[in-house]
């Protein structure tokens, strides 16, 4: 049961906290939306900064949650409060596939392979230095 509640919690916060994230991102990056074909043509998708910041941080997060919880002498319900419940609620796999198709509709061939080489190398590395970090401590 307690796992069910720190997932839920958790998981609601993650979920607040990506809208955040990307309520920021549109609201600043609104004014430099490119349109195609001039004023009067449709709106360019931006580059999706958001979606790659809070799968980045998702993945650090997932890496750290691993060894952070036991070093903490935590139970297997706080790994999985932060692993699937913040992480989960923070990251967004469907945002960041939409936005690479949206990329590659726009033909912006370059801009789509960036979003998902970024999003996977940065991803895995973030990954990587969550459980190096908690390791090395």
Not at 109 to 127: D, F, I, K, Q, R
Request: aromatic share 8%; glycine share 14%.
């Amino acid at each position: 049961m307690i796992t069910a509640v720190l997932v839920g919690v958790l998981g609601v916060t993650g979920a607040l906290l990506r809208f955040g994230i990307d309520s920021w991102f549109a609201h600043h990056s609104s004014r430099r939306t490119v349109r195609a074909g001039g004023q009067n043509g449709p709106a360019r998708l931006h580059w999706p900064w958001a979606t790659l910041l809070v799968n980045v941080a998702g993945c650090f997060i997932i890496g750290a949650a691993h060894g952070l919880t036991a070093d903490l002498g935590l139970g297997a319900e706080w790994q999985a409060g932060l692993a699937t419940g913040l992480a989960g609620g923070l990251t967004t796999f469907s945002s960041w596939t939409t936005a690479t198709v949206r990329l590659v509709a726009e033909e912006r061939l370059g801009s789509a392979a960036a979003n998902v080489a970024a999003n996977l190398v940065l991803g895995l590395a973030a990954a990587a230095a969550g459980i190096a970090l908690v390791s090395w401590g």
